[in-house]
């Protein structure tokens, strides 16, 4: 879409620096708002904020528009990330489940890409019927639809923040947000399982900018419009298969993990430079066991937290998730200008290679479970 309105490679990639940058700017600010305020009021408002992010992109099909649409759609990552997992994790503590949050977490991953597979599959023939504009309006009624299941969801407040909110006055409230804000860094800082967690699940999440290009790689194989998604569809199936498998694989060893960024590494970078749309085979691959890694480095992560601000250390870790992916745009940004896209994917695969080496260190151990747990599990 982007291509054919005339934006170069360059410019592509500016734009994500921008979405990017967004989310570093609210990514912390939003988490203690999480811990502070109602988590299921702010997915719904991170979906109506993506919703508006659609609506400038086919309003406004220019560079400015797109800019605009990436800047809301980077406060609505932000007011969601962190949000969602400290969410979910201390509804399943209200109900003495944490065991099945990597499970739960695993499955929640697996259904959103399955339903972008679906909205993948369903953009060509969208695209065919009203082009970019169509799409983009079933974009938009998505985020709409996505704002209802939030609206659905159950919501037990933890005791601290009921009480803080019955407090009178903007001033309670205030002292709450930054009295959370602090607890979240200050656990980040001082803990240093934590601390290792936080910086491995960014340098994860960063990896997952790779997939923005992809598009693009498919376009130097020769491939039509048409059969982009088709190719892209591929990598979204595997990322479900990765996501679903958490669960089970949970409680393996550190240096399993490890191999499995190695091999992402290798996979990637074969498909890469492979020059055919048959190369999207292992990059699929290579995604899934990526989305693997990242969903039980999650679970692992909520785990080894003991603080309140839950929502604010999770969005720590998307703070520096979105520097680890601004460095990954702006290698393509600078790269596009001498080399392919095959090659700058190929390229920025060393990073991959180098956090295997990362990921035994960092990785925490599991929680272990009560009696009670692991009979209900």
């Known amino acids: ?20 940058a967004t989310g570093f700017v609210l990514e912390v600010p939003s988490g203690a708002w999480a811990d502070s305020y109602s988590r299921r009021k702010l997915l719904i408002l991170g979906a109506l904020v993506g919703a508006l992010g659609y609506a400038a992109w086919i309003t406004l099909p220019s560079f400015a528009g797109f800019a605009l649409g990436f800047t809301l759609w980077g406060t609505s990552s932000a007011l969601i990330s962190g949000t969602f997992e400290a969410f979910v994790y201390d509804e399943l503590a209200a109900r003495d489940r944490t065991a099945r949050f990597a499970t739960l977490l695993g499955r929640a991953r697996s259904g959103s890409f399955v339903m972008n597979l679906a909205a993948t599959a369903l953009a060509a023939p969208l695209f065919e019927l009203g082009g970019y504009t169509l799409a983009g309006v079933v974009s938009v009624l998505s985020c709409l639809a996505q704002a209802v299941v939030a609206w659905s969801l159950p919501e037990a407040r933890p005791v601290e923040a009921a009480r803080e909110a019955d407090e009178p006055g903007a001033r309670a409230a205030f002292g709450n947000y930054l009295h959370l804000l602090r607890s979240g860094v200050s656990e980040v800082l001082t803990s240093r399982v934590v601390r290792r967690s936080v910086l491995l699940v960014a340098l994860l999440g960063g990896f997952l900018a790779f997939d923005e290009y992809f598009p693009l790689l498919a376009r130097e194989t020769g491939a039509a419009t048409e059969v982009v998604p088709l190719l892209i569809a591929g990598t979204v199936a595997a990322q479900a298969i990765g996501g679903a498998l958490a669960g089970p694989a949970y409680r393996l060893p550190a240096a399993t993990f490890a ?49 309140p601000a839950r929502a604010t250390v999770t969005s720590v870790s998307g703070l520096f998730a979105e520097v680890s992916a601004i460095a990954v745009y ?21 990073p991959v290679l180098l956090t295997a080496f990362v990921v035994p260190v960092a990785l925490p151990e599991p929680r272990s479970s009560s009696a009670a747990e692991v009979s209900e599990t």
């Open 259 to 307: 191999a499995g960024m190695a091999v992402t590494a290798v996979l990637i970078a074969t498909g890469a430079l492979s020059g055919s749309a048959w190369g999207f085979l292992p990059i699929a691959i290579g995604y899934g066991v990526l989305q693997l890694v990242i969903v039980v480095s999650e679970a692992r992560l909520q785990d080894a937290i003991t603080g």
């Open 330 to 350: 702006g290698g393509f940004a600078l790269g596009s200008v001498w080399f392919t896209m095959s090659i700058l994917v190929a390229a920025l695969t060393v």
């Open 1 to 20: 879409m982007f291509a054919d309105h005339g934006l170069s490679a360059a410019q592509i990639s500016t734009l994500f620096v921008i979405w990017s």
